[in-house]
């Protein structure tokens, strides 16, 4: 209705399972980030973009190329 783009970026800390908010927030999201590689077992539709915290993937890429 309102046009809202709802981008999550799950947790640092999981590496090897998802959080509950994660699950929830996957299937409404319109850009779903992950900081770990493995967990796009999990969420096949995420963007991988390292830590957000260091020198990252996300630094590296505009905001438009990432919604695409």
Known sequence: IFKIKVIYIESFARIENCSL???LVYP???LFLVQWET?????PKAKYVGG??????LKQIS????MI
């Open 39 to 43: 967990m796009l077992r999990f969420y």
């Open 52 to 57: 957000i915290f260091w020198e990252s993937k």
């Open 21 to 23: 908010t994660g699950k």
């Open 63 to 66: 905001w438009k190329e990432l």
């Open 28 to 30: 409404l999201a319109d």
